[in-house]
């Protein structure tokens, strides 16, 4: 675990999945602030707030934490800091968000191949049970004790 960025290795090795990326992306606030950065080029805390639903001070704080994992560089320019998406970090979250994506999608398939061969089995077993051919011969004492109970 890499004690800055909470990063931890990949199932492949070559990407390592950071839990303080993940959860700086994780908010709908902070994803739409990524995007209007990237559509606009450059913002401040005052300019995006004017697009957000929330104050200028919690615009500042969510820009805080997208600087800390490295998605948005600041640069200062008189009173106000521009803010600006690093374009190599956001790749990262994105192959990333692809790894995990492609794990998942594995496991799925591997769960779902053994829901089927389980409902093939049961398919198979009550199959069995409403063939009386493929059922094995009771006695006669099996059957008057079946139809007294």
Same mark, same amino acid.
């Given at each position: 675990?890499? +004690?800055?960025r909470g990063a931890?290795? @990949? &199932?492949? +090795?070559d990407t390592?999945v #950071?839990?303080d990326?993940?959860?700086?992306? +994780? #908010?709908?606030?902070?994803r739409?602030?990524l995007d209007?950065?990237?559509?606009e @080029?450059? +913002?401040t805390?005052?300019?995006?707030s004017e697009h957000l639903?929330?104050t200028r001070?919690?615009v500042?704080k969510?820009?805080?934490?997208?600087?800390?994992?490295?998605l948005?560089?600041?640069s200062?320019? @008189?009173?106000?800091?521009?803010?600006r998406?690093?374009e190599?970090?956001?790749?990262?979250?994105?192959?990333?968000?692809?790894e995990v @994506?492609a794990?998942? #999608?594995a496991r799925m398939?591997? /769960?779902k191949r /053994?829901?089927?061969? /389980?409902?093939r089995a049961?398919?198979?077993?009550e199959?069995?049970?409403?063939?009386? &051919?493929e059922?094995?011969a009771?006695?006669?004492?099996q059957e008057r004790q079946?139809?007294?109970e």
């Amino acid at each position: 675990m890499d +004690g800055a960025r909470g990063a931890a290795t @990949g &199932a492949s +090795g070559d990407t390592a999945v #950071d839990d303080d990326l993940w959860s700086a992306v +994780g #908010d709908p606030t902070r994803r739409r602030m990524l995007d209007l950065l990237l559509s606009e @080029g450059s +913002g401040t805390a005052t300019s995006l707030s004017e697009h957000l639903p929330v104050t200028r001070q919690a615009v500042a704080k969510h820009l805080a934490v997208l600087d800390r994992v490295g998605l948005v560089h600041a640069s200062t320019a @008189g009173r106000e800091r521009h803010y600006r998406v690093d374009e190599h970090q956001l790749a990262r979250a994105v192959a990333q968000l692809t790894e995990v @994506g492609a794990a998942w #999608d594995a496991r799925m398939q591997r /769960i779902k191949r /053994i829901a089927e061969r /389980i409902q093939r089995a049961g398919e198979r077993k009550e199959n069995r049970a409403g063939n009386p &051919a493929e059922q094995p011969a009771r006695s006669e004492p099996q059957e008057r004790q079946e139809r007294s109970e």
